[in-house]
């Protein structure tokens, strides 16, 4: 689980950057506003994947039919998250709600759903196969 949330956190950074490299634009490009409401919503949007994905991985059957509902929690939160934090930081409703309606037409949230489609597909299958770390030959407690 640990390591899904860790991916989910790398893809969405990456994802966000590149976004926002090939627009030539900030992901939240509100004047004045600072960097608070896109750390709050990418805060919030992990703790809720690590918490959705980890109610998912006690289910039994284990399926991959829960990452949809993953993502979008996920990306919901986000959203729910920075409209909070952008309504807060500015006082001001409609310009939290154009935030978030930018964030979904200029393909932020897109990106956060599939970081987190992607890292719960991961964090299901790893559970699936019940990995385990590697055993070394030399580090085995058997005696031969």
Aim: proline share 4%; glycine share 12%.
């Amino acid at each position: 689980m640990v390591l899904a949330t860790v991916s989910f956190f790398a893809l969405a950074v990456f994802g966000l950057g590149a976004v926002s490299v090939a627009t030539d634009r900030d992901i939240i490009s509100v004047r004045g506003l600072g960097p608070v409401p896109g750390a709050v919503g990418m805060l919030v949007a992990v703790i809720v994947f690590a918490l959705v994905l980890a109610a998912s991985l006690r289910r039994t059957p284990l399926t991959f039919l829960s990452v949809p509902a993953i993502a979008l929690a996920t990306t919901l939160a986000h959203l729910v998250a920075v409209w909070a934090g952008v309504a807060v930081g500015s006082g001001d409703l409609i310009v939290a709600t154009a935030v978030v309606g930018d964030l979904i037409g200029g393909g932020a949230s897109i990106v956060i759903l599939a970081a987190a489609a992607i890292a719960a597909w991961g964090g299901i299958a790893l559970r699936r196969t019940r990995a385990e770390h590697p055993r070394w030959p030399w580090g085995r407690d058997d005696e031969e």
